[in-house]
Each structure stands twice: as C-alpha cells, then as structure tokens.
C-alpha cells in the first residue's frame, strides 16, 4: 500500500483478541518506554470476514483496515492469532509478525478430532487453517511462546525466521491480598477446558483424589470440554468446581487462598496462570509437557510430574503438605523467578532488536 522512505520512531499496529487485551496492553506500554508507538486493535472489530457466526461479517471489505492503515502508517503488524486481519496486513506489503501462543498443529488435529466432527463445522476449520497457513507463509517471523513450540515451527516452516517471545507479566499486579475462603489442606487448579489434548490429563486426578480424602482440590475454570472432566471428578466429595472467576481481580483472591497450585494439563506452552501462582509465591506442581518447564524451576520453585504419573502427583502434594517451610521457601523463590526472567520490559528489551533489525531489513 506504501513504503517509508525512512525510519524514525517505529510504529507497531499490534491487533489481538479481546481477552488478551490486558497483556497486550502491558506488552505495548513497555515497548512504549522504550520509544516504539504503538497501537492496539481488536481484530475483528477491523475485520472479521467469513467465517463468522454473523453473516453481516462474511462481506466485509478491508475497508475498515485500509483506513486504519492510512490513519496510523504502521511499519509492522503483530497478531496474536491468525486469521483476516494478518492476509490484511500482508496484501498491504507490511511486515507481519506472528506471535504463536499455542501448538497449533496439535490443536487443530484434536479440534477435528472432537467438536469439529460435522460436514459445516469441518469447512468452517478448513477455511481457517487456509487463513492461518497464508500467515505463517507470508510472516516476517513468527514468534513462538516458547522453545518448545519454537521446534514445532521449525517442524513445518524449516526455512522460515523465528524467535521466542516469551509472554511476560506485571508483578506489581500480583501482590498479597485477603485469600478466597476455601477449606485446607487445599490444592488450586486454574485452567481452562477448551482443548482436550491440554483437559484430559486432569482426569489423572481420579486416583489422586481417591487418595488423599483430607485434601480439597479446587478447580477453577471453564470450557466446552468441562462436562467430560466433572463427570469424572465430581464423584470425589474433596473435588469442588468454582467455574470461571473474574480476572485479575477474583483470580488473585483464589490464588492467595490456596496451599498449592496444580497445572495438570496434557500439553501447554507458557501458561499464565503457572506465573501468576509463582508470583503469589504459592509452591506449584505441574506437568512435565510443552513449554511448561520452561516456567518454573523443577525442585526450586515447585515440581514437574510426568503426564499419567498419579503416584507422583500424591507424593509431590504430600511433601508440600507436610513441608510448611519448604513449601513457603518455594513460593518465595517461584516469585522471584517470574520477576526476573518474565518482566515485560525484559521481554520488550529483548524483543525490539528483533523488531528493528526485521523492520529494516524489509524497508532498506
């Protein structure tokens, strides 16, 4: 659509999901510190195109965006999910920069797997993956959450440019506060069930519950998989559901209230809520999958269990249960871990010589 003859200050149009809205928020404030502008949209406020559950949206022109594109002169786009607004971004010759959040390969297998089963729903996932395929292709770099997922990438796209762009977080947001009213010895479980791969591994917690009668273990969080994980577990009388909690402000209150944060999922890459639980300085326990030991230190700031390992997790629990100092020690240490390697300026710090140099290497 244009080209800068020149760089000055750089301009990063970054467009999102709305529930992500309040890390992005924090991601562009610190790139903000360090002299990027930024903007954030919702992308399908700008465009959403076909498919969409409104049919108004299948005719959408890129009418909203071109005028956002002229307003603002970006000299990149950055999305967090792949979709119209990043084929968008690359019809319009701007630098594209894909941060991956999830395996995006294993999900789509399961969604098809799963709830993606009848002849509509399948087009509706093949066209996405259309959409997301003509991302990765045409991206500048793709940014995996992790190094995990960074070998995933290289799986598929060997040739392509990528970095790992960790997510970060604010810790000054995360701090002591009156705790949920819950019933101890307890174990907190925050996280969603929208994807089976990730959700089925809590059905390992039947023998963990059987187990350990005096311990009360809740869970927190929602999801279309929901039904097949409480039909199981809510059979336990030391098994409660809470449903989803409002963010960030109830989320805290439950975290604070908890002995012991549990992560039991079949595959994650950089879980927020494992950092979250760490800078409430609760001892976590999590599955060894994924991007997820590279968000806590094994033994220092919590245990990794491997997927399955229902005998590990009972000793694991019961150690932090009888080990009051131990447990406090963890959750002291899981703090200042997050603090160090996640702060958002760090991760920004990191990130704009990336930005910069990619930037330029498109403009010269």
Not at 231 to 246: A, I, M, R, T, V
Not at 256 to 266: H, K, P, R
Request: charged share 25%.
């Amino acid at each position: 659509m244009y080209k800068r003859l020149y760089l000055n200050k750089l301009k990063l149009l970054i467009a999102g999901a709305k529930p992500k809205f309040f890390h992005l928020t924090e991601f562009a404030d610190a790139l903000t510190k360090l002299g990027v502008e930024c903007k954030l949209v919702h992308d399908l406020d700008i465009y959403t195109g076909f498919p969409s559950r409104n049919i108004r949206n299948w005719f959408q022109t890129r009418k909203k965006f071109n005028n956002l594109v002229k307003e603002f002169k970006p000299d990149a786009v950055f999305i967090d999910r792949m979709g119209h607004f990043g084929i968008a971004a690359l019809k319009a010759n701007l630098p594209l920069f894909v941060h991956l959040r999830g395996d995006y390969w294993s999900e789509i297998k399961w969604a098809k797997e799963t709830l993606y089963k009848g002849p509509l729903k399948r087009t509706v996932i093949y066209l996405k993956d259309r959409m997301a395929r003509q991302c990765f292709k045409g991206a500048t770099i793709i940014l995996p959450i992790c190094k995990y997922l960074e070998n995933r990438v290289r799986e598929h796209y060997p040739d392509k440019k990528s970095y790992v762009l960790y997510g970060g977080i604010e810790s000054s947001r995360w701090f002591p506060v009156t705790g949920m009213e819950l019933k101890h010895p307890c174990v907190g479980i925050l996280q969603g069930a929208w994807i089976w791969g990730k959700a089925k591994e809590m059905l390992t917690l039947t023998k963990v519950l059987e187990s350990m009668p005096n311990v009360t273990f809740y869970w927190a969080g929602d999801g279309p998989y929901r039904d097949k994980i409480l039909s199981s577990l809510q059979k336990y009388e030391n098994f409660k559901w809470l449903g989803s909690l409002e963010y960030p402000g109830k989320v805290r209150e439950y975290l604070a209230g908890i002995d012991i944060y549990a992560l039991v999922s079949g595959i994650d890459m950089s879980p927020l809520t494992l950092q979250e639980a760490q800078l409430m300085e609760k001892p976590v326990i999590a599955t060894n999958a994924g991007g997820i030991p590279e968000l806590m230190k094994d033994k220092e700031t919590g245990f990794l269990v491997e997927k399955g390992d229902y005998n590990d997790w009972i000793d694991k629990i019961s150690i932090l249960i009888k080990d009051n100092n131990k447990a406090k020690q963890m959750g002291k240490d899981g703090r200042k871990f997050v603090i160090e390697y996640f702060s958002w300026e760090k991760i920004a710090r990191e990130f704009l010589p990336i930005l910069n140099k990619s930037i330029h290497n498109v403009y010269k």
